[in-house]
T-cell receptor, first 112, second 112 residues
Framework: QQQVKQSPQSLIVQKGGISIINCAYE??????FPWYQQFPGKGPALLIA?????SEKKEGRFTISFNKSAKQFSLHIMDSQPGDSATYFC???????????FGQGTTLQVKP | EAQVTQNPRYLITVTGKKLTVTCSQN?????MSWYRQDPGLGLRQIYY???????DKGDVPEGYKVSRKEKRNFPLILESPSPNQTSLYFC???????????FGPGTRLLVL
C-alpha cells in the first residue's frame, strides 16, 4: 500500500528529445507528489512537485502529468540536454505526516 | 549559506563497532529525516522527527537509533552495525509548513 513504482530503471535520450519517466502508487491518501533530481556525489534536490487537485504542472522544460483515477504520474523533460543527465526519483507523501516514499529511481543519460 | 551538513562523508567500519553519523541544519527547520539509498531500491526512510524530542519510524528502522535533543541536530546511531547496513545515507530537513525537503551531501558507509 505504501509502495511507489517507478519506470524505466534507465533511459537514454538524444539531445533535444523528450524524456519520460513514469510512477504509479497504490495509497489513495497520498496528496503530494514531488520529483527529485540527483547528480553523482550529491544529495537529491527538489525539481518539481504536484498535488492531486491539478492534472498538470509545468516549470520550464519540466512537466508533471498526473492521472488521479489511474494513480499514476509522470515527469516529462522537453528538449532534453546533456546537463539533465542525472538520477530522477519520484516520491509520494501524505501532508502533515513525516513519511516520504520514494520510487526506485531512473538514471537518465542525454547524449549530445 | 543555508545547508544540511553530514559527518563523516565516508566511513569504513567493522561489524559490531558502534558508530554515529551526525546531521546538522542551519535553517531552523522543525522536521528532519534520515534515508538510505541502495541501487535499485531508491531512497528508503529510516527515521524522521517532526520536532525536538519527537521521533518516529520510517520504513526501515531496524538496526538504527536516532535522537533529537536540539532543533538543529539529528544524529543517526548504529549500535551494532552489520554488513547489510552498508549504504549511502542522506539526512534531510524542512519546515513543517512546506513539503520540500533539503538533503545533505550524503555519508557513504561500508561495514566489513
Amino acid at each position: 500500500q505504501q509502495q511507489v513504482k517507478q519506470s524505466p530503471q534507465s533511459l537514454i535520450v538524444q539531445k533535444g528529445g523528450i524524456s519520460i519517466i513514469n510512477c504509479a502508487y497504490e495509497n489513495t491518501a497520498f496528496d503530494y507528489f514531488p520529483w527529485y533530481q540527483q547528480f553523482p556525489g550529491k544529495g537529491p534536490a527538489l525539481l518539481i512537485a504536484i498535488r492531486p487537485d491539478v492534472s498538470e504542472k509545468k516549470e520550464g522544460r519540466f512537466t508533471i502529468s498526473f492521472n488521479k483515477s489511474a494513480k499514476q504520474f509522470s515527469l516529462h523533460i522537453m528538449d532534453s540536454q546533456p546537463g539533465d543527465s542525472a538520477t530522477y526519483f519520484c516520491a509520494a507523501s501524505i501532508s502533515n505526516t513525516g513519511k516520504l516514499i520514494f520510487g526506485q529511481g531512473t538514471t537518465l543519460q542525454v547524449k549530445p | 549559506e543555508a545547508q544540511v551538513t553530514q559527518n563523516p562523508r565516508y566511513l569504513i567500519t567493522v561489524t559490531g563497532k558502534k558508530l554515529t553519523v551526525t546531521c546538522s541544519q542551519n535553517m531552523n527547520h522543525e522536521y528532519m529525516s534520515w534515508y538510505r539509498q541502495d541501487p535499485g531500491l531508491g531512497l528508503r526512510q529510516i527515521y524522521y522527527s517532526m520536532n525536538v524530542e519527537v521521533t518516529d519510524k520510517g520504513d526501515v528502522p531496524e538496526g538504527y537509533k536516532v535522537s533529537r535533543k536540539e532543533k538543529r541536530n539529528f544524529p543517526l546511531i548504529l549500535e551494532s552495525p552489520s554488513p547489510n547496513q552498508t549504504s549511502l545515507y542522506f539526512c534531510a530537513s524542512r519546515t513543517v509548513n512546506q513539503e520540500t525537503q533539503y538533503f545533505g551531501p550524503g555519508t557513504r558507509l561500508l561495514v566489513l
